[in-house]
């Protein structure tokens, strides 16, 4: 038990479905970071908010769309998905992206399948 | 962000000490060297960190030289269980956790 928890772990969806995954933390952290991780791959890092205000969007299409309510809850949400975004997606949270030896907390992760 | 460089996979046997190299030869003064562990479909977890010298915790070592170009993490007596993927980042202040290919250690009976 990290302190971050994911849900849902599984999730099978459609290409034309909607759908949305959840981070949550209380760990009092001010940044939380989505990743995925496709089948033997390293991490790739999504996006990066810091007291709720995105931070970082690295090239993600924009069928990928986050939301950052307030700094203990994360959400992904997936629209018009490809087969080739099915992956491990992983939340992540730290104290702050400001400090040099931060450690960061990861969830367990929701496997997700475009079908 | 420092670009960092590892074995793409090592082999070792129980109780044997694991020693994985990681090069970071353009480190910048106010990073720092941070060590993940993953299991197959879990995040990444947090095993080590240091700036210079060495550190030890109760799980791993790590070994930063002078001139920190590389980092050396070392697990002892590893054990089945330690299987895993192991990553090592460096990164200063408002640097973002980028993960490289990572080290894929398996540790056999």
């Known amino acids: 038990e990290t302190g971050v928890t994911q849900t849902p772990r599984h999730l099978v969806m459609g290409m034309t479905n909607k759908k949305s995954l959840k981070c949550e933390q209380h760990?009092?952290?001010?940044?939380m970071y989505w990743y995925k991780q496709s089948a033997k791959k390293p991490l790739e890092l999504m996006f990066v908010y810091s007291l709720e205000e995105r931070v970082e969007n690295n090239s993600v299409p924009s069928r990928f769309s986050p939301e950052c309510p307030n700094s203990s809850h994360l959400f992904l949400h997936l629209h018009t998905l490809q087969p080739e975004d099915s992956a491990l997606y992983l939340c992540?949270?730290?104290?702050?992206?400001?400090?040099?030896?931060?450690?960061?907390?990861f969830g367990q992760g929701t496997r997700l399948t475009v079908v | 962000l420092a670009k960092t460089t590892q074995p793409i996979s090592m082999d070792s046997y129980e109780g044997q000490e694991v020693n994985i190299t990681c090069s970071h030869n353009?480190?910048?003064?106010?990073?720092?060297i941070t060590w993940y562990q993953q299991f197959p479909s879990q995040g990444p977890r947090f095993i080590i960190q240091?700036?210079?010298t060495k550190v030890t915790n109760e799980v791993a070592s790590l070994f930063i030289p002078a001139d920190r170009k590389s980092s050396t993490l070392s697990l002892p007596r590893v054990s089945l269980s330690d299987t895993a993927v192991y990553y090592c980042?460096?990164?200063?202040?408002?640097?973002?956790?980028?993960f490289g290919q990572g080290t894929e250690l398996s540790v056999k009976p």
């Open positions: 992540a949270s730290s104290q702050g992206t400001g400090d040099a030896n931060t450690e960061a907390f």
């Open positions: 240091g700036y210079k």
């Open positions: 760990l009092g952290h001010n940044a």
């Open positions: 980042l460096a990164y200063n202040q408002g640097g973002k956790l980028i």
């Open positions: 353009n480190i910048a003064t106010n990073d720092y």
